[in-house]
């Protein structure tokens, strides 16, 4: 009788001691990453494909990846192209990529250009979305030229909490005044550098490179 | 001037200071001489002795480790060998039952053949009866020499005629009586060769019998050396478990990288099962544990089979099971064998279809054209990722074999080690308590050379003193009599 319970209790022993082990931190990953549309920005749209591309084919079961627009005013859902956590089996996760990869294309082949750029709203729009995924690593990508171009009634100049996220600027492309005056360009990268870190990003990074995106998810 | 330390009497000249504190702290030092004399000395007691002891501690210890590890070695040996005459006596056995059982048959046989052939040897032996007495006669006439008389010489004729007749049928009967015995010779050959072959069969069955014998015969030579506890029976035993110990290292190893390889086999699909987002530890998947669960329950159930089929003795109790019972187990540990094999067969289809589906989606987020695979081509790497999936569990059953030698031998090289690294350190003990003990005489010789001259003054003071009765003036009493 003895034998027996205790031939009984060795998987349930099992059971409860792999539960107990586990790992409650999270190890997923989380991206979102934002598609400047505005006139200055928009003939880059399409290369927003190959960062997709990337991430769908870099992205484990499990993680989340959203693709979202940069607008005139970008703190909104509807801004969202696509978003996705892929499921924990690798068969789904597959299946979950190709659709978003054929949501995303047909975004690309037809963008639509916007007057202004809100890159804080995207920002904000962004770290709620990340935050709600309770991934352990989270991510923001801009894809952008990091010109913010707000209209009069649109209000973003106060504090944003980017807290335990990772940013990174994809593609800075220079404009015209940038090439009269260096000086443009690199301030405007360290503007931002210094109000994403003040908002407690635990990283800013820039890569302009596109061949070069293995570092777009490594610390 | 004021940046100067306090300690310097003459500002500037940190030596002459220092010569002239130590001058000053010299007739206290002097004084001080026998207690720190003492303290040095108290001091290599302090540290030496405890070392001492301890060594002394562990050379015991090691020693009566050598002693249990020897007794343990000499029981492993005594029952090891005693397994093996046992398993000497049982070939005997089942060569006795299965050669020397028809041994009467074969007798019987034997004896019927040799009757045989004496009986046609006999028959041989028999030769056609002598000529009739008339031949004598005959002979005798014969003998009469042919005078010319035509009477005589007719009767001879007629004579010699019915010799010769006489002559052609003896010889006919004698031709036709050697006929009968050629043909009894040639009747004997069969037998003879199978008489040949019996004898050899029975030769080679005592040859083999002999060769057992022999084989016991050496056995119980060790086992008698074992029981007397020779110091060669134990360096045999030692050296036996050593190239036991690397050899069952050795496979394990081997057995140890089929294990990975399978692993590699069913993380994948495992995923599939279990979810690939699920973490036990900050890089161990739940998935990966899942795998290594099933390898490792495989690896048991191989142990079981391994032990209910009795190759090996790790557990004690299955092999104290009843014969029904035993054969249940070893059935239940198979039919569990046999099931998990199918599942890593599965697994590793599934393996190999996630991957594909990994790379068509690869490729199309690449825009390449995918490359043109022959389907019969591809479906040989599947095909043996089965195979693999399949084999990996039974031949992971096998590991129990080198596990028990491993474990069994790992006692006696452990031992030997732990008996090894204990007398080293009991060594190196004793070395840094000697250090020790000379190091505080070497300080006291030093102390005694810094304050040399009031040592000197001392010597000079005794020397002029009157000697004591018995001892001449000016005898040294130098550093060893203060001390």
């Given at each position: 009788m003895r034998r027996r319970t205790f031939l009984a209790a060795m998987p349930a022993l099992a059971l409860a001691a792999g539960a107990g082990c586990a790992d409650p931190r999270s190890h997923a990953q989380a991206v979102y990453l934002l598609v400047d549309t505005s006139g200055t920005y928009a003939s880059e749209v399409g290369k927003s494909q190959l960062i997709v591309n990337y991430l769908l084919g870099t992205l484990q079961p499990g993680d989340s990846l959203a693709v979202a627009r940069v607008r005139s005013r970008s703190f909104s859902e509807?801004?969202?192209?696509?978003?996705a956590t892929f499921d924990s089996r690798p068969s789904q996760a597959n299946a979950q990529k190709r659709a978003f990869k054929e949501r995303v294309e047909a975004f690309t082949a037809t963008p639509q250009g916007s007057a202004n750029t809100d890159i804080t709203g995207g920002l904000i729009q962004g770290a709620q979305y990340l935050n709600e995924t309770g991934a352990g690593r989270k991510t923001i990508l801009i894809f952008s030229d990091m010109q913010e171009d707000l209209d009069r009634s649109t209000i973003r100049n106060f504090p944003i909490d980017l807290k335990d996220i990772r940013v990174v600027a994809v593609n800075v492309v220079k404009l015209r005044t940038d090439n009269l005056d260096p000086r443009r360009y690199l301030g405007r990268l360290a503007d931002w550098q210094k109000r994403v870190k003040s908002a407690g990003a635990t990283e800013w990074r820039v890569i302009n490179d596109l061949d070069h995106l293995d570092s777009l998810l490594r610390s | 001037m004021a940046d100067s330390p306090f300690w310097m009497i003459w500002p500037g000249n940190a030596a002459l200071s220092a010569l002239a504190w130590f001058v000053v702290a010299m007739p206290f030092l002097y004084a001080a001489r026998g207690p720190v004399h003492a303290l040095l000395r108290a001091l290599g007691q302090l540290a030496g002795g405890p070392l001492r002891l301890g060594a002394r501690a562990l050379l015991a210890a090691a020693h009566d480790l050598r002693e249990r590890n020897r007794a343990v070695l000499l029981a492993q040996g005594l029952e090891e060998t005693q397994e093996r005459i046992a398993r000497e006596f049982e070939r005997v056995a089942a060569l006795v039952k299965r050669d020397l059982e028809g041994y009467p048959a074969l007798q019987r046989r034997l004896l019927d053949e040799i009757t045989r052939v004496e009986e046609?040897?006999?028959?041989?032996?028999?030769?056609?009866?002598?000529?009739?007495?008339?031949?004598?006669?005959?002979?005798?006439?014969?003998?009469?020499?042919?005078?010319?008389?035509?009477?005589?010489?007719?009767?001879?004729?007629?004579?010699?005629?019915?010799?010769?007749?006489?002559?052609?049928?003896?010889?006919?009967?004698?031709r036709r009586a050697y006929q009968a015995r050629h043909r009894?010779?040639?009747?004997?050959?069969?037998?003879?060769?199978?008489?040949?072959?019996?004898?050899?069969?029975?030769?080679?069955?005592?040859?083999?019998?002999?060769?057992?014998?022999?084989?016991?015969?050496?056995?119980?030579?060790?086992?008698?050396?074992?029981?007397?506890?020779?110091?060669?029976?134990e360096h045999a035993l030692t050296l036996s478990a050593l190239t036991q110990f690397f050899t069952a290292t050795v496979v394990l190893l081997v057995a140890a990288g089929g294990a990975l390889i399978n692993f590699k086999l069913i993380a994948l699909p495992m995923s599939e099962m279990v979810g690939a987002g699920d973490y036990l530890t900050a890089s161990l998947r739940t998935s990966e544990v899942a795998a290594l669960v099933i390898i490792f329950v495989e690896a048991t159930m191989g142990l079981f089979l391994m032990e209910t089929l009795r190759i090996t003795r790790l557990f004690p109790r299955i092999h104290s099971l009843p014969e029904l019972q035993r054969r249940r187990m070893m059935w239940a540990a198979f039919t569990l064998l046999l099931v998990l094999a199918g599942v890593e067969a599965a697994l590793a289809l599934m393996r190999d279809m996630l991957i594909a589906d990994k790379q068509a989606l690869l490729q199309s987020l690449a825009a390449t054209r995918p490359a043109a695979t022959d389907g019969w081509l591809t479906g040989i790497p599947t095909a043996g990722q089965m195979l693999l999936g399949f084999i990996l569990p039974f031949a992971l059953a096998f590991i129990a074999v080198p596990l028990e030698s491993f474990i069994t031998s790992a006692r006696t090289v452990g031992g030997a080690a732990l008996v090894v690294l204990t007398r080293t350190t009991a060594v190196l003990m004793?070395?840094?308590?000697?250090?020790?003990?000379?190091?505080?005489?070497?300080?006291?010789?030093?102390y005694d050379i810094l304050i040399v001259l009031p040592l000197l003054a001392e010597r000079w003071a005794k020397s002029v003193r009157v000697p004591a009765p018995g001892r001449p003036a000016g005898v040294d009493l130098g550093v060893g009599e203060r001390s």
């Amino acid at each position: 009788m003895r034998r027996r319970t205790f031939l009984a209790a060795m998987p349930a022993l099992a059971l409860a001691a792999g539960a107990g082990c586990a790992d409650p931190r999270s190890h997923a990953q989380a991206v979102y990453l934002l598609v400047d549309t505005s006139g200055t920005y928009a003939s880059e749209v399409g290369k927003s494909q190959l960062i997709v591309n990337y991430l769908l084919g870099t992205l484990q079961p499990g993680d989340s990846l959203a693709v979202a627009r940069v607008r005139s005013r970008s703190f909104s859902e509807k801004d969202i192209i696509a978003k996705a956590t892929f499921d924990s089996r690798p068969s789904q996760a597959n299946a979950q990529k190709r659709a978003f990869k054929e949501r995303v294309e047909a975004f690309t082949a037809t963008p639509q250009g916007s007057a202004n750029t809100d890159i804080t709203g995207g920002l904000i729009q962004g770290a709620q979305y990340l935050n709600e995924t309770g991934a352990g690593r989270k991510t923001i990508l801009i894809f952008s030229d990091m010109q913010e171009d707000l209209d009069r009634s649109t209000i973003r100049n106060f504090p944003i909490d980017l807290k335990d996220i990772r940013v990174v600027a994809v593609n800075v492309v220079k404009l015209r005044t940038d090439n009269l005056d260096p000086r443009r360009y690199l301030g405007r990268l360290a503007d931002w550098q210094k109000r994403v870190k003040s908002a407690g990003a635990t990283e800013w990074r820039v890569i302009n490179d596109l061949d070069h995106l293995d570092s777009l998810l490594r610390s | 001037m004021a940046d100067s330390p306090f300690w310097m009497i003459w500002p500037g000249n940190a030596a002459l200071s220092a010569l002239a504190w130590f001058v000053v702290a010299m007739p206290f030092l002097y004084a001080a001489r026998g207690p720190v004399h003492a303290l040095l000395r108290a001091l290599g007691q302090l540290a030496g002795g405890p070392l001492r002891l301890g060594a002394r501690a562990l050379l015991a210890a090691a020693h009566d480790l050598r002693e249990r590890n020897r007794a343990v070695l000499l029981a492993q040996g005594l029952e090891e060998t005693q397994e093996r005459i046992a398993r000497e006596f049982e070939r005997v056995a089942a060569l006795v039952k299965r050669d020397l059982e028809g041994y009467p048959a074969l007798q019987r046989r034997l004896l019927d053949e040799i009757t045989r052939v004496e009986e046609d040897y006999r028959k041989c032996g028999e030769v056609p009866p002598p000529p009739p007495e008339w031949v004598d006669a005959v002979a005798a006439v014969a003998k009469i020499k042919p005078n010319g008389n035509e009477l005589v010489q007719r009767l001879l004729e007629e004579i010699n005629v019915s010799i010769k007749a006489i002559h052609d049928k003896a010889i006919a009967e004698y031709r036709r009586a050697y006929q009968a015995r050629h043909r009894i010779l040639d009747g004997f050959m069969p037998f003879w060769r199978s008489l040949d072959r019996t004898l050899a069969h029975a030769d080679r069955k005592m040859t083999s019998l002999a060769d057992r014998a022999a084989a016991i015969d050496a056995q119980m030579e060790r086992f008698e050396a074992i029981v007397k506890k020779s110091d060669r029976a134990e360096h045999a035993l030692t050296l036996s478990a050593l190239t036991q110990f690397f050899t069952a290292t050795v496979v394990l190893l081997v057995a140890a990288g089929g294990a990975l390889i399978n692993f590699k086999l069913i993380a994948l699909p495992m995923s599939e099962m279990v979810g690939a987002g699920d973490y036990l530890t900050a890089s161990l998947r739940t998935s990966e544990v899942a795998a290594l669960v099933i390898i490792f329950v495989e690896a048991t159930m191989g142990l079981f089979l391994m032990e209910t089929l009795r190759i090996t003795r790790l557990f004690p109790r299955i092999h104290s099971l009843p014969e029904l019972q035993r054969r249940r187990m070893m059935w239940a540990a198979f039919t569990l064998l046999l099931v998990l094999a199918g599942v890593e067969a599965a697994l590793a289809l599934m393996r190999d279809m996630l991957i594909a589906d990994k790379q068509a989606l690869l490729q199309s987020l690449a825009a390449t054209r995918p490359a043109a695979t022959d389907g019969w081509l591809t479906g040989i790497p599947t095909a043996g990722q089965m195979l693999l999936g399949f084999i990996l569990p039974f031949a992971l059953a096998f590991i129990a074999v080198p596990l028990e030698s491993f474990i069994t031998s790992a006692r006696t090289v452990g031992g030997a080690a732990l008996v090894v690294l204990t007398r080293t350190t009991a060594v190196l003990m004793r070395v840094v308590g000697n250090l020790i003990r000379q190091l505080t005489k070497v300080l006291a010789t030093l102390y005694d050379i810094l304050i040399v001259l009031p040592l000197l003054a001392e010597r000079w003071a005794k020397s002029v003193r009157v000697p004591a009765p018995g001892r001449p003036a000016g005898v040294d009493l130098g550093v060893g009599e203060r001390s």
